[in-house]
């Protein structure tokens, strides 16, 4: 049985409360992120996705409810919240925007500072993130001024993964870029995953990605979490994900084709090395 | 093509390195855009194409080579401001950010920026924006503040602010790559309605898939070369050429790609989900028959 490493217990937020503005952005959201997992939050806009993903790390508060780390609520000891976000490292949306030191290497190493490190182990850790996001070490003395947008995409990661939180948030992490600079965060999200143990949450309107990186999936819908489980789990109910404004991976939609024209193939298939091995075998019966 | 809008002839450019060496980046490109066709421009980052879309808005000057919009050469000497102006009005630019491209803080007086700027009486502007905002569905946010909009609905009043310079021909620079799908969605069907009822040329330059199956014909660009042409069929038929563009290839193109590899000799376009259940259907009644 795998261990919860963040629950979300009966959590609701709202914007503006008590005024004309008012907007639920999170109605009574209860859930669970396994330790050590992908997981994947889908939703359209405006479901509360973005919401979700800042009460991770205190950066909201919930009105009601409680957001538990290893068990225990984040807002304990509301002083020490600061501690948690280096726990909970974040990636906001376009995350490029904020770098702001003269360098690259400033840059990653302003959050492993503020933990107070010394500077061997800073110089350590802007190392190893820069590795991770897979940056040249001869852009860590460049200015962020100088380097592509994938490349400043990366920096910026690189500047959360230093604090080596041991889960990492990240909103829209490949969010325009092309699909080299996005398979590249990926795979270093996988990475970072695998070679520390860290549990990984990313947002994306890309459900072909989520497919691709994700193990499991939180779908919210209106303010409220209408599915958690894995991709299979999910993907099988392609008629609901359409009902609440969510495509489906091009190879999920083409199998649930298949199916209403009378060839039965399995549920729940969602990527394209599952798709050739299911029709092969239907294929060859023929 | 005897009436094309942009023709593009052996265009070379490259920027010079501080120490002076020559950087290429665009080497002997030549392409024709038809009045009134739909073309989109395929390439990852760095394959050239917003290299490209600098030099088609003249903010770039070609090392060598020829730009002629409606016959007429733009770079071949340096235009008067009023040249530069006229074509501006011919051919206009919708970029990637939303947030960088909107100048006013009602919605409508943005749409008007550009037809008061071009002097034209009162009746008339009044007429462009209304008619401008109909277009691309924004008319009931004509009062609005532009950043409480959406994304994608600041994306569609930018280019309302174009279509109301009556363009010939307008170029999408990744204009939908910060949006999410709803927003995307709504400006491709702008896109669309423009080309398709309005009769604009349409250039779009993207790394997205789907968005370069709506046009009649795929430029794919690499590393500063024309690597493909063809329709949106032919192009997505040839999943060995897009991923060496370090492109993607649509899910259902690798399925059929992969059942192929298998044995199965499925034929026919299969790019979209449709066609791809058809095309195996297809195969099936085939084998059975």
């Keep these: ?286 | 093509m005897s009436d094309a809008f942009i023709q593009v002839e052996n265009l070379n450019y490259s920027y010079a390195e501080e120490d002076g060496r020559e950087i290429p980046v665009l080497h002997d490109i030549s392409f024709e855009i038809g009045r009134g066709e739909y073309v989109a421009i395929l390439g990852h980052n760095g394959s050239g194409k917003s290299t490209l879309a600098k030099l088609l808005n003249l903010i770039l000057t070609p090392t060598s080579g020829r730009i002629l919009f409606d016959g007429k050469d733009v770079a071949e000497k340096e235009l008067t401001e009023d040249e530069l102006y006229q074509l501006r009005r011919k051919v206009g630019m919708v970029f990637q950010n939303p947030d960088n491209q909107l100048v006013a803080t009602i919605v409508e007086e943005d749409v008007a920026f550009g037809p008061e700027n071009l002097g034209l009486p009162q009746q008339e502007i009044r007429r462009r924006v209304d008619e401008s905002l109909a277009i691309v569905g924004m008319t009931e946010y004509a009062h609005h503040e532009p950043h409480r909009l959406s994304g994608g609905q600041k994306q569609r009043i930018a280019i309302a602010g174009i279509i109301a310079m009556l363009p010939e021909c307008m170029i999408f620079d990744e204009s939908t790559a910060m949006l999410d799908p709803s927003g995307r969605k709504d400006v491709l069907r702008t896109i669309e309605t423009l080309n398709r009822e309005k009769g604009i040329t349409v250039l779009t330059i993207t790394h997205y898939m789907n968005e370069a199956a709506k046009a009649d014909r795929i430029i794919v660009l690499d590393d500063g070369r024309i690597l493909m042409e063809g329709t949106p069929a032919e192009v997505f038929a040839r999943p060995e050429i897009l991923r060496k563009a370090g492109l993607d290839v649509p899910q259902c193109s690798a399925l059929v790609e992969g059942l192929r590899e298998a044995g199965f000799a499925i034929s026919g376009d299969c790019y979209s989900p449709e066609l791809c259940a058809e095309a195996i259907c297809r195969y099936i009644q085939e084998k059975r028959a």
Excluded at chain 1, 45 to 63: D, I, P, R
Excluded at chain 1, 84 to 97: A, K, T
């Design chain 1, 1 to 286: 049985m795998s261990v919860a490493k963040i629950e979300l217990e009966n959590v609701s937020y709202v914007y503006s409360k008590g005024t004309p503005y008012e907007v639920t952005a999170l109605d009574n959201v209860s859930a669970c992120i396994k330790e050590g997992s992908i997981t994947g939050i889908i939703g359209h806009t405006g479901s509360g996705k973005s919401t979700f993903v800042q009460l991770l790390n205190g950066l909201e508060h919930a009105q009601e409810g409680r957001v538990l780390l290893d068990g225990k609520d984040i807002w304990e000891k509301p002083k020490e919240i600061g501690k948690i976000r280096f726990r909970v490292g974040l990636v906001m949306q376009y995350p490029e925007y904020q770098l702001f030191e003269e360098t690259i290497r400033q840059d990653i190493a302003f959050g492993p500072k503020n933990m107070g490190l010394d500077k061997e182990e800073i110089e350590k850790r802007v190392l190893m993130a820069a590795d991770f996001v897979g940056l040249e070490r001869e852009l860590l003395d460049k200015s962020p001024f100088d380097l592509s947008g994938g490349q400043k995409r990366r920096a910026a990661i690189a500047g959360v993964i230093a604090m080596k939180p041991e889960v990492l948030v990240l909103d829209e992490p490949a969010a325009g870029l092309d699909p080299l600079g996005r398979d590249a965060i990926f795979t270093s999200l996988v990475n970072y995953r695998n070679e520390t143990g860290a549990t990984v949450i990313i947002v994306s309107h890309s459900m072909e990605d989520m497919a691709r990186f994700c193990e499991e999936l939180i779908v919210l819908s209106h303010a409220k979490i209408v599915m958690q489980g894995t991709c299979s789990e999910i993907f099988a109910k392609a008629d609901f994900l359409s009902e609440i404004g969510l495509d489906v991976p091009q190879i999920t939609g083409c199998m649930k084709l298949l199916s209403q024209k009378g060839l039965s193939v399995g549920d729940g298939i969602y990527t394209v090395e599952d798709a050739v091995r299911e029709l092969s075998r239907r294929l060859s019966s023929l």
